[in-house]
């Protein structure tokens, strides 16, 4: 099974802001709803934004809204999460994930055991401390 790659996670302060990157090279994203994970230590995956294969309706966990941003570039097959306004409790292992839909991440947790379509990446670390 394929596995999508992620990127651009890194040390930030609190207040900082971070873009994650989720590519492909074996798939065209643009056909499947992509949504973004994260695991603290000790803690479940949970999820945090989605978007639909068109872009058109994008999804964000309740401790999330406001700061993040999903968006997607298909021409290039590739999805971004934007975090902004980052706080130490962001810091964990991102990733992404083919899912079915995306308005279970509309909510205070959601959790996806296995992607839709391949498997779990190695993830990006994102780490927010002063």
């Known amino acids: 099974q394929l596995q999508l790659v992620e990127s651009g996670g890194g040390l930030v302060q609190p207040g900082g802001s971070l873009r994650l990157s989720c590519a492909a090279s074996d798939i065209t994203l643009e056909n499947y709803n992509i949504g973004w994970f994260r695991q603290a230590p000790g803690k479940e995956r949970e999820g945090v934004s989605c978007?639909?294969?068109?872009?058109?309706?994008?999804t964000y966990a309740d401790s999330v809204k406001g700061r993040f941003t999903i968006s997607r570039d298909n021409r290039k097959n590739v999805v971004y999460l934007q975090l902004n306004s980052l706080v130490p409790e962001d810091t964990a292992v991102y990733y992404c994930?083919?899912?079915?839909?995306?308005?279970?991440?509309?909510?205070?947790?959601?959790?996806?055991?296995?992607?839709?379509?391949?498997?779990w990446g190695q993830g990006t670390q994102v780490t927010v401390s002063s």
């Open positions: 994930a083919v899912d079915r839909g995306c308005s279970y991440y509309n909510s205070a947790f959601y959790y996806l055991d296995e992607p839709i379509l391949g498997s």
């Open positions: 978007i639909s294969s068109d872009g058109g309706t994008t």
